[in-house]
């Protein structure tokens, strides 16, 4: 099945702890991005990813951090997390070409205490 | 000028209504528009790509006006579980990324 897998689903931690949320894709696709979505501010774009090796920031990139070695995951990590960015997250992706039908996670909800 | 902007909503229509959307954007160099639908908390789905010339899935049509910067989702016979947030998106500028509108909630009455 076509599907893109995020984890954790839900995350309660404490400010400045290290945290990575996971993300993988079984489509082969190029195209991987994370979003934040807060009440009223809707979908913001984090980082986006076009290929291995090949990253650039989005919208709200500050305090983020990402990798993409493999093809199919593409984590997100805060370094040294904080409470404003306690929100829901999602990673997509989608082949490159023409932006086709992005392909999302289930979403991480995350608090930072 | 925000980059994709909706009308938040809500809209409340009751079952077999009509409902329409529109969804401005800024940048003229656009290529890719979509309509994506997001139930509450949940991941969003795509529920049609726009083409130029329009196009219809269903009871929704998608129409896109270059000159006026704007696309339009056209909800037909509107049934409860069309209840949903309906987001507008955009190409960025780079072409690269993505541009979400806030969304539209609808709710449908019986």
């Known amino acids: 099945e076509a599907q893109v897998t995020q984890n954790p689903r839900y995350l309660i931690t404490v400010t400045g702890k290290k945290l990575t949320v996971t993300c993988s894709q079984n489509?082969?696709?190029?195209?991987m991005s994370w979003y934040r979505q807060d009440p009223g501010l809707g979908l913001r774009q984090i980082y986006y990813s076009m290929n291995v090796e090949v990253t650039d920031k989005g919208d709200v990139p500050e305090g983020y951090k990402v990798s993409r070695k493999e093809k199919r995951n593409f984590p997100l990590i805060l370094e040294s997390p904080s409470p404003n960015q306690t929100s829901l997250y999602f990673c997509a992706s989608s082949r490159v070409i023409h932006h086709e039908k992005l392909f999302f996670g289930s979403g991480t909800q995350l608090s930072v205490l | 000028r925000k980059e994709v902007e909706q009308d938040p909503g809500p809209f409340n229509v009751p079952e077999g209504a009509t409902v329409a959307f529109n969804c401005t954007y800024s940048?003229?160099?656009?290529?890719?528009f979509f309509w994506y639908r997001q139930d509450c908390r949940k991941e969003p789905k795509l529920l049609m790509s726009v083409y130029s010339s329009g196009n219809e899935d269903g009871r929704f049509t998608a129409q896109l006006n270059r000159a006026s910067q704007y696309i339009s989702l056209l909800i037909r016979d509107s049934k409860l579980s069309d209840s949903a947030t309906y987001l507008c998106?955009?190409?960025?500028?780079?072409?690269?990324?993505?541009?979400f509108g806030k969304g539209t909630s609808l709710l449908v009455t019986p």
């Open positions: 998106v955009v190409n960025s500028n780079s072409g690269y990324a993505l541009n």
């Open positions: 489509m082969n696709h190029e195209y």
């Open positions: 940048n003229s160099a656009s290529q890719s």
